[in-house]
T-cell receptor, first 115, second 115 residues
């Protein structure tokens, strides 16, 4: 079955530091890949997505590139802010029509940014 | 403007007492999902509706049921909540087809406490 593995957390950074959160996946075919962010006590918000190999998703200074050869979708940001503190989930959506858009999530990475 | 609304945000129920969580959407999406997220874990799909067609995940306990009386509303019923059912319950929607890059929109979640 499908699976997503994220780097172990938590991650603690100082403001303006560079961020990388690793994500690798196992899936058949060509899944779509997503990063979701969850702020304390809130639901999930889509941060960015990529639907095919070599696509780069970007939003709010965050970027991730769909690498099929390494089955990876690592999240990066050049300069984090305190407001980026949240839990980040990598997820995949099966390309198959029978999955009805089911998302398979990684375990989440807690990011804390200090001033 | 909220597009997927879950009520209540916080719900406390007694062990074994039936409880219902609700979700409404203004997006007119065909597909609605219920995910369970236990503390510090990844969200896990319980079931989904594609229009009126109900699809249960194989490992969803019988204690969990769902109703979708119309396109806008979906309910999660827990017939006899146990302590292990304490979690955040996330409702999400997606347009048709739900595969590929179509985004899933999440509500803010209902945090269920069982006492």
């Amino acid at each position: 079955g499908n699976s997503v593995t994220q780097m172990e957390g938590p991650v603690t950074l100082s403001e303006e530091a560079f961020l990388t959160i690793n994500c690798t996946y196992t899936a058949t075919g060509y899944p779509s890949l997503f990063w979701y962010v969850q702020y304390p006590g809130e639901g999930l918000q889509l941060l960015l997505k990529a639907t095919k190999a070599d696509d780069k998703g970007s939003n709010k200074g965050f970027e991730a590139t769909y690498r099929k050869e390494t089955t990876s979708f690592h999240l990066e940001k050049g300069s984090v802010q305190v407001s980026d503190s949240a839990v980040y989930f990598c997820a995949l959506k099966d390309a198959g029509g029978t999955s009805y858009g089911k998302l398979t999530f990684g375990q989440g990475t807690i990011l804390t940014v200090h001033p | 403007d909220a597009m997927v609304i879950q009520n209540p945000r916080y719900q406390v129920t007694q062990f074994g007492k039936p409880v219902t969580l609700s979700c409404s959407q203004t997006l007119n999406h065909n597909v609605m999902y219920w995910y369970q997220q236990k503390s510090s874990q990844a969200p896990k799909l319980l079931f989904h509706y594609y229009d009126k067609d109900f699809n249960n995940e194989a490992d969803t306990p019988d204690n969990f049921q769902s109703r979708r009386p119309n396109t806008s509303f979906c309910f999660l019923d827990i017939r006899s909540p146990g302590l292990g059912d304490a979690a955040m319950y996330l409702c999400a929607t997606s347009s048709s087809p739900p595969t590929g890059g179509n985004e899933a929109f999440f509500g803010q979640g209902t945090r269920l406490t069982v006492v």
